[in-house]
């Protein structure tokens, strides 16, 4: 039995739903990398925030630069 060409391009076409569940995997996706691109950026901005105010702080020669600066934190404590 030989095919028409019709019913090999309807066979190939995908149909409405299966298009609508891939443009909505496709905009999931896109969504959770520019989350997390958003929340690296606001990530990096406030340690250059710090580093820029250490810098600051240190180019005026201020001896009280350790107010800027938190101490660090032990490896072993979560809290």
Same mark, same amino acid.
């Given at each position: 039995?030989?095919?028409?060409?019709?019913e090999?391009?309807?066979y190939l076409e #995908?149909?409405?739903?299966?298009?609508?569940?891939m443009q909505?995997?496709?905009?999931?996706v896109?969504?959770?990398?520019?989350?997390?691109?958003?929340?690296?950026?606001i990530?990096?901005?406030e340690?250059?925030?710090?580093?820029?105010?250490? #810098?600051?702080?240190l180019?005026?020669?201020?001896?009280n630069c350790?107010d800027?600066v938190?101490p660090?934190?032990?490896?072993?404590?979560?809290?």
């Open positions: 039995m030989i095919e028409s060409r019709y090999k391009e309807e #995908q149909d409405e739903e299966e298009a609508e569940r909505r995997k496709k905009s999931v896109a969504l959770a990398i520019l989350a997390v691109l958003v929340i690296a950026g990530f990096l901005f340690k250059l925030r710090d580093v820029s105010r250490l #810098q600051d702080c180019m005026t020669r201020a001896s350790n800027i938190e660090p934190k032990p490896a072993g404590n979560l809290r």
